[in-house]
């Protein structure tokens, strides 16, 4: 067990406070527990995939009971217009995917990838992924959400996740909650 004078000290140096060392009491435990459930019931890591080609998202796509879409990255004009048209196509594809057949659903899909493609020009992906979400007081109102989110290009241009905090009265499913 270290010498406070220690603690003190090896606090300064990483910028914490002292109390960090210290065992929480049973009340803090508790509370630190219930904020990390309240949290857990409110926030989703959503993996999301590029959209480079028509398969991306011809294979991915199919009806929404809603959509979000996150441009708040995207700052350039050109590059706006672009996530623009996209979401345009987002919304215009609601109601009709299924209706549609497999060549249209196709075409579609070729023509949302050639936008991708000209964003990322523009420095920018595409990225597409889904999540779930239920209501709070009626728990068997589940909706499928799909995620379009914008972001600019980097080293890893893969695979990336998007962070989703749920409003009231939505949460995460309790089966797609991670354990403690």
Request: net charge negative; charged share 25%; with cysteine.
């Amino acid at each position: 067990m270290p010498e406070v004078q220690t603690l003190r000290s090896l606090a300064r140096g990483l910028g914490f406070n002292i109390t960090v060392f210290s065992k929480p009491t049973p009340e803090q435990e508790k509370r630190q527990q219930e904020e990390m459930e309240r949290a857990l019931k409110k926030t989703l890591l959503v993996p999301t995939s590029p959209i480079r080609k028509p398969n991306d998202f011809y294979s991915r796509n199919r009806e929404w009971h809603g959509l979000l879409i996150n441009a708040g990255a995207v700052e350039a004009d050109d590059a706006l217009e672009l996530t623009a048209a996209i979401s345009d196509w987002m919304t215009d594809l609601d109601g009709i995917w299924d209706m549609s057949s497999a060549g249209q659903r196709l075409e579609y899909s070729a023509a949302i990838s050639a936008l991708c493609l000209e964003l990322e020009g523009l420095g920018h992906l595409t990225h597409f992924g889904h999540f779930r979400q239920q209501h709070m007081h009626d728990k068997g109102m589940i909706l499928d959400i799909g995620m379009i989110t914008f972001l600019p290009k980097a080293g890893h241009d893969g695979d990336r996740y998007g962070i989703v905090t749920l409003e009231d009265p939505w949460e995460v499913p309790e089966q797609d909650r991670p354990n403690l």
